[in-house]
């Protein structure tokens, strides 16, 4: 059973940054995509970013250029680099890796990001 653990978020100042991390363990198969979603209150989850085992990145509007993903294929772990925090990131942060050829998704247990002065 595939398991992911997450590093600890916390709270930060607008303008600051964060790290977080995810480290995958337990695949029978493999890890390809994996990616960082997040939930603020009252609203859906939505995906921030991805990468695949290639090293292709995807983002969503609202943090290119302020976030950065990446990750070590050699330790199946993830990271997400976040700059430039604005308080419309606080939101609790979901790690999720794809494992192939069966295409099962897996999540992480979540982490909260709270930007605030």
């Known amino acids: 059973q595939v398991q992911l653990v997450e590093s600890v978020g916390g709270l930060v100042q607008p303008g600051g940054s964060l790290r977080l991390s995810c480290a995958a363990s337990g695949s029978a198969f493999g890890i390809d995509t994996m990616a960082w979603y997040r939930q603020a209150p009252g609203k859906q989850r939505e995906l921030v970013a991805a990468i695949t085992s290639g090293g292709s990145t995807s983002y969503a509007y609202s943090v290119k250029g302020r976030f950065t993903i990446s990750r070590d294929n050699a330790k199946n772990t993830v990271y997400l680099q976040m700059n430039s925090l604005k308080p419309e990131d606080t939101a609790v942060y979901y790690c999720?890796?794809?494992?192939?050829?069966?295409?099962?998704?897996?999540w992480g247990q979540g982490t909260q990001v709270t930007v605030s002065s």
């Open positions: 999720n890796a794809v494992e192939v050829p069966v295409l099962a998704h897996h």
